[in-house]
């Protein structure tokens, strides 16, 4: 640490600043313009050894800090920075919400009215860890959908709760009516003969998209066996003059990327009804009480695809609704590998069909048995 030498005087001899200016200067006519200048001058010193003195000092006290150091208060520790995902994103890939796509937009909004209209409200929102991931796994295994002992299928969205990263997923949550004619919302409808699904699991939609991955596993769609489980909504596209339609099944439509969006505990029945609404492709996100669902934002987006057979799993930036830059999967992978204990396997972007190994050690395995 840096110290000033204090030179102490002795009492006698301890005078002012003013008696220490020489006796020759003192009581001269300061009204003259050479006194004045003079007086100035010393009034200047004066000022000039405040300043020394203050800045030493100032030094003196914070030797120990390198300069430009932020001050930080007893017990504080400065916010570790979460790992940038490229967000956030809005709807269509959009970096700010004045610029989110207006016909995704318009899309989303009657999907999700649709849904209300057909009863599909079976799911919510919860964070994903390791306990819920293996035990997903293990249930949909067992649960009688087409090919589910060999692929699952789970969209997921990166959020921050709490200022903190955490990845979200749909389970069923069905309050008190444990069968799988429940999620159709249609007495005696079932998405598949024989299917069943667990209260409290991950929504597992693979045996309604098509899917093929760089590894040349063709996750193909089995053919819906009751079509009341299909939600068929008209889209703000137009193909050949006739506007265009999308399909969704029970399945994907309770485990969306735009419902995963709002956080915990929020189910399909929550997004709101409308409160203004013009016809057909007029109509805009702005004219809907849904505006504030359509404006919310991600901090990443995509699908977990489980090779159920080998217990291992990838993970690609598969939204069509926020469409998330590929580049920021091997961060997403580490985020995976730090909530859920197991890594995936590989990264895949799914646009490019191009396929990463992670290269990450799981902290604990991925449990399918």
Not at 55 to 69: F, H, K, L, N, R
Not at 75 to 93: C, N, R, S, V
Not at 327 to 334: D, E, H, N, S, T
Request: proline residues 7%; contains cysteine.
């Amino acid at each position: 640490m840096r110290t000033l030498n204090k030179v102490s005087m002795p009492v006698e001899t301890k005078v002012t600043f003013a008696e220490s200016i020489p006796l020759q200067l003192r009581g001269l006519n300061l009204e003259s313009h050479s006194n004045r200048k003079i007086n100035v001058f010393y009034r200047f010193l004066f000022v000039l050894v405040i300043i020394i003195l203050s800045t030493a000092w100032s030094q003196a006290g914070s030797a120990s800090a390198p300069p430009g150091t932020p001050s930080t208060a007893i017990g504080e520790h400065p916010p570790k920075l979460a790992p940038d995902l490229g967000g956030p994103y809005f709807i269509g890939g959009a970096k700010v919400p004045q610029a989110l796509d207006p016909f995704v937009a318009f899309d989303k909004f009657v999907e999700f009215i649709n849904f209300r209209n057909a009863g599909w409200d079976s799911s919510e929102v919860a964070n994903l860890d390791g306990a819920l991931f293996s035990g997903s796994v293990r249930s949909n295994r067992g649960s009688g959908a087409p090919a589910a002992d060999h692929y699952q299928r789970y969209n997921y969205v990166v959020q921050k709760v709490h200022g903190r990263l955490e990845i979200l997923v749909a389970i069923w949550s069905l309050r008190g009516n444990p069968t799988s004619n429940t999620i159709c919302g249609l007495p005696g409808a079932a998405p598949y003969p024989g299917m069943s699904v667990a209260d409290g699991q991950m929504v597992n939609f693979y045996p309604e998209k098509s899917l093929v991955t760089p590894l040349g596993i063709e996750l193909n769609p089995i053919p819906v066996e009751d079509r009341k489980c299909v939600n068929v909504t008209p889209t703000s596209h137009y193909i050949n003059g006739a506007p265009g339609s999308k399909s969704n099944g029970v399945l994907d439509a309770h485990s969306k990327h735009f419902m995963l969006a709002e956080g915990e505990k929020i189910r399909l029945a929550d997004f709101p009804a409308v409160a203004a609404a013009s016809e057909g492709a007029k109509l805009t996100w702005r004219d809907t009480a849904g505006e504030s669902w359509i404006r919310q934002s991600v901090e990443y987006a995509g699908e977990i695809v489980v090779d159920v057979q080998n217990c291992t799993y990838l993970i690609n930036q598969g939204s069509g609704t926020y469409e998330p830059d590929a580049k920021f999967l091997p961060a997403v992978a580490q985020l995976f590998a730090e909530r859920v204990g197991a890594a995936p396997t590989y990264v895949w972007n799914d646009r490019t069909n191009t396929l990463l190994p992670t290269g990450l050690i799981s902290k604990s395995a991925l449990q399918c048995k």
